[in-house]
């Protein structure tokens, strides 16, 4: 922050965004850095997805702290500011009718059912069937980021991200005619980004060469679904992929193993670890889909609830022999048991049904089983249960609320 507050034009401004969790501590850095005085605003972003948690109100926002480094000269472009419709345009008059009004209220608050204030911004995140959609898990929505953007620059203006993730800024300022500086540490980040601007030509890369993975999307077939992504990994498996990169500060420990996989870390956690990262990765998979999640604690086992169904997940990577083995598969206190599997770069899963999979398991403790799965060669009880992830997913799709 002091060398953003250091490369900050006089008239630039900082939008600053980060969750509730670590928001108040950051504003009171950023008091510090830029002054109480040049703190504008608190935006909330109000969205409609995550979890549904049972045991507190559950969070459904982010805050994005709005500084500028001279509250007496900044840059703020009202009549750039995406504007709304009148309710009555008839009492306006055709040229303000025309025009439409600044936003007074929640952004597109229609969707919402009533009217807040204009820092409360609602914008749902980037649909799963959407062209912009990139397979990266913190990826912001375009109308998000034009709105900032033209508020608070001109053509030509240069934007820089310190976290560009997916690049939508990069993507955003393309669109509305600015330059832009984008740093990122996270492979899977440079690799969407050599991707999304394979057609770009202006563009320096440094400390990073996008070719490989830009020339690999270039030669796909026109046939071929656009979602297919830069390694030629199916879209889903990059989603797992870059979500596990996205957990790794909580999880990661050192490991030698999977060179060059994006999973290579996460072989060294401990059980325990590995559990609650299964479930985290299946969660965020399936609401990616668009199912219905939750979580549920019941006698010290975590659950997740997916379309109305108590699952346990479990996961396994791929043996030498190339078969996942699940293990501790229980045989009561459930509904359905998801079998994530992980190999060094491709992802595999099966849904099955408590009652079905207990018939085809091995006995593994006294009340426990495992099941064995090669998905070169599936045996016959697993084969419409699953394999890839889309299969999978609409085994999950299917499921019926009690």
Not at 28 to 35: G, H, M, P
Not at 58 to 72: E, S, T, W
Not at 205 to 224: G, L, M, T
Request: aromatic share 14%; proline share 4%.
């Amino acid at each position: 922050m002091e060398e953003a507050y250091r490369l900050l034009k006089p008239h630039g401004s900082l939008y600053f965004h980060i969750d509730y969790r670590e928001c108040h501590y950051c504003k009171i850095l950023l008091d510090e850095i830029f002054r109480r005085d040049c703190f504008l605003n608190e935006i909330i972003w109000a969205y409609d997805f995550g979890g549904r948690a049972k045991s507190r109100w559950p969070a459904k926002h982010d805050n994005i702290l709005f500084y500028v480094k001279d509250p007496q000269n900044y840059i703020f472009n009202t009549s750039e500011i995406d504007r709304e419709e009148y309710l009555a345009p008839g009492l306006v008059g055709p040229e303000k009718a025309e025009r439409g009004k600044l936003p007074t209220d929640t952004w597109w608050f229609k969707y919402v059912g009533k009217k807040q204030t204009a820092d409360t911004w609602w914008q749902t995140i980037v649909p799963t069937n959407s062209k912009e959609r990139r397979g990266y898990p913190t990826q912001k929505p375009r109308p998000l980021i034009n709105r900032i953007i033209k508020a608070s620059s001109y053509q030509g203006s240069i934007v820089l991200d310190f976290f560009a993730g997916s690049g939508t800024i990069g993507d955003s300022c393309l669109e509305l005619h600015r330059n832009f500086i984008l740093i990122d540490n996270n492979q899977v980040a440079l690799e969407v980004m050599a991707q999304r601007f394979s057609e770009v030509t202006d563009i320096e890369w440094i400390n990073f060469d996008p070719a490989p993975f830009q020339s690999i999307r270039n030669n796909v077939k026109q046939s071929e679904p656009q979602e297919s992504n830069v390694l030629g990994f199916s879209s889903d498996f990059m989603m797992l992929a870059a979500t596990a990169s996205y957990l790794q500060k909580d999880l990661e420990e050192q490991s030698d193993l999977w060179k060059n996989s994006p999973f290579e870390w996460m072989l060294e956690l401990s059980a325990a670890k590995k559990g609650k990262l299964a479930r985290r990765l299946v969660a965020s998979w399936c609401q990616s889909k668009g199912l219905s999640v939750d979580f549920e604690q019941d006698k010290g086992q975590v659950f997740i609830i997916v379309n109305g169904k108590k699952a346990v997940v479990k996961m396994s990577t791929r043996w030498a022999d190339g078969k996942y083995k699940f293990q501790q598969i229980r045989n009561n206190g459930y509904d359905i048991v998801i079998c994530l599997g992980i190999s060094p770069f491709e992802a595999h899963c099966w849904v099955f049904e408590r009652q079905y999979i207990i018939k085809y398991a091995t006995p593994q403790h006294k009340s426990e089983y495992w099941i064995a799965i090669n998905p070169s060669k599936p045996e016959d009880w697993a084969k419409n249960c699953g394999g890839t992830l889309d299969q999978a997913y609409l085994v999950l799709k299917d499921l019926k609320r009690k």
